[in-house]
Antibody, heavy 118, light 110 residues
Framework: QVQLQESGPGLVKPSETLSLTCAVS?????????WGWIRQPPGKGLEWIGS???????YYNPSLKSRVTISVDTSKNQFSLKLSSVTAADTAVYYC???????????WGQGTLVTVSS | QSALTQPASVSGSPGQSITISCTGT?????????VSWYQQHPGKAPKLMIY???NRPSGVSNRFSGSKSGNTASLTISGLQAEDEADYYC??????????FGTGTKVTVL
């Protein structure tokens, strides 16, 4: 069974960089598929942040592209998200997920709340 | 990229059928058969219910079905049950090789 688990600081100061990691178990990232990040501000809808192919190719939401970096570490079977220059508007539950080629997200992490506040 | 348009809320009585629409453009919903639907209960991660417009993952009830016409996709829940009360989101692959979500629909079982 494929499982994903997000980890990282729950509190980030404005203007700093948000960093999260998603550990994958039950499937080897190097075997294929895309691996993505999605966020959901409190009480609001889902927003796709971006994804990375197992080979390292990345795809980002145009509205966040200038601030986002997604990377993969196949040796640790995990992938990471960095979002720079954060503001209160970046406060959200951040999910990681496995993304198939048809863009469906078939396995999700439980999500982690990141609050941007001084 | 703009979010796909969904009705804010849909309601129905137990046993009834309801349909949720998801409207996009020819650059996303209308251009590809890559529409998915997710169910999200409060405090939980979204769950994939439909993929590639009308396919159900293993374990998803056949009361859930999907379709598409032009730039609008639809999710139908038949035989509505109390456990179906949740938020539902559509998503689509786009011509920019990105993914876009719908605005979300709250389903209420009366």
């Amino acid at each position: 069974q494929v499982q994903l688990q997000e980890s990282g600081p729950g509190l980030v100061k404005p203007s700093e960089t948000l960093s999260l990691t998603c550990a994958v178990s039950g499937y080897s990232i190097s075997s294929g598929y895309y691996w993505g990040w999605i966020r959901q501000p409190p009480g609001k809808g889902l927003e796709w942040i971006g994804s990375i192919y197992h080979s390292g190719s990345t795809y980002y939401n145009p509205s966040l592209k200038s601030r986002v970096t997604i990377s993969v570490d196949t040796s640790k079977n995990q992938f990471s998200l960095k979002l720079s220059s954060v503001t209160a508007a970046d406060t959200a539950v951040y999910y990681c997920a496995r993304q198939r080629s048809s863009a469906r997200l078939d396995y999700w992490g439980q999500g982690t709340l990141v609050t941007v506040s001084s | 990229q703009s979010a796909l348009t969904q009705p804010a809320s849909v309601s129905g009585s137990p046993g009834q059928s309801i349909t949720i629409s998801c409207t996009g453009t020819s650059s996303d919903v209308g251009g590809y058969n890559y529409v998915s639907w997710y169910q999200q209960h409060p405090g939980k991660a979204p769950k994939l219910m439909i993929y590639d417009v009308s396919n159900r993952p293993s374990g998803v009830s056949n009361r859930f079905s999907g379709s598409k016409s032009g730039n609008t996709a639809s999710l139908t829940i038949s035989g509505l049950q109390a456990e179906d009360e949740a938020d539902y989101y559509c998503s689509s692959y786009t011509s920019s090789s990105t993914l876009v979500f719908g605005t979300g629909t709250k389903v209420t079982v009366l």
